[in-house]
T-cell receptor, first 114, second 114 residues
Framework: DAGVIQSPRHEVTEMGQEVTLRCKPI?????LFWYRQTMMRGLELLIY????????DSGMPEDRFSAKMPNASFSTLKIQPSEPRDSAVYFC????????????FGNGTRLTVT | DAKTTQPPSMDCAEGRAANLPCNHS???????VYWYRQIHSQGPQYIIH???NNETNEMASLIITEDRKSSTLILPHATLRDTAVYYC???????????????FGQGTTLQVKP
């Protein structure tokens, strides 16, 4: 299995631009999580999906952030418009619910907003 | 989910056992103890988890006290590649109505020295 795949690995954009981060979970997993990591705040849970349905988006910082999961094999996290304070590493993770199983993380997207 | 307390940093000599403590005094009966680690610039990596019995796998051992209020992760023969941030997390066992989200604290930075 290729694991959780995130793209792009690095993204540099200017303030005000739209940014879309992508995630392909492990095949067969039915829960997907988006995290953000900064030096100041550590790893923060932004949103998670179960069976493609958003369950809890209370960690999404503001309306500029949105996430979708159109099918079991793909999810996006969009920031529009982006701001310098959105600079962080964004991680996607997936797991299988119904049994006790760990989350598997991708290698993240490092976002820099100038 | 219950909160955990970990020392911010620890050192360990290469080849020696690394013992990483974690306090989770408010853990509930249905909460598992999970350990993850994050090597610089990579996504968090699952190590081990347990409910009340001690657990061992190819990476580490997990010792949970009888009252379940604390645990210790043991890396039996630490190598330089084990230098990372180690996170102890308590997580409700997930089922059809619970996706078992992980909430990360600040973790312990383990430095393995030659």
């Amino acid at each position: 299995d290729a694991g959780v795949i995130q793209s792009p690995r690095h993204e540099v954009t200017e303030m005000g631009q739209e940014v879309t981060l992508r995630c392909k979970p492990i095949s067969g997993h039915n829960s997907l999580f988006w995290y953000r990591q900064t030096m100041m705040r550590g790893l923060e849970l932004l949103i998670y999906f179960n069976n493609n349905v958003p369950i809890d988006d209370s960690g999404m910082p503001e309306d500029r952030f949105s996430a979708k999961m159109p099918n079991a094999s793909f999810s996006t996290l969009k920031i529009q418009p982006s701001e310098p304070r959105d600079s962080a590493v964004y991680f996607c993770a997936s797991t299988w619910t119904g049994v006790i199983s760990p989350l598997h993380f991708g290698n993240g997207t490092r976002l820099t907003v100038t | 989910d219950a909160k955990t307390t970990q020392p911010p940093s620890m050192d360990c000599a290469e080849g020696r056992a690394a013992n990483l403590p974690c306090n989770h005094s408010t853990i509930s009966g249905n909460e598992y103890v999970y350990w993850y680690r994050q090597i610089h610039s990579q996504g968090p990596q699952y190590i081990i988890h347990g409910l009340k019995n001690n657990e061992t796998n190819e990476m580490a051992s997990l010792i949970i006290t009888e009252d379940r209020k604390s645990s210790t992760l043991i890396l039996p023969h630490a190598t330089l590649r084990d230098t990372a941030v180690y996170y102890c997390i308590v997580r409700v066992g997930h089922g059809s109505s619970n996706t078992g989200k992980l909430i990360f604290g600040q973790g312990t930075t383990l430095q393995v020295k030659p």
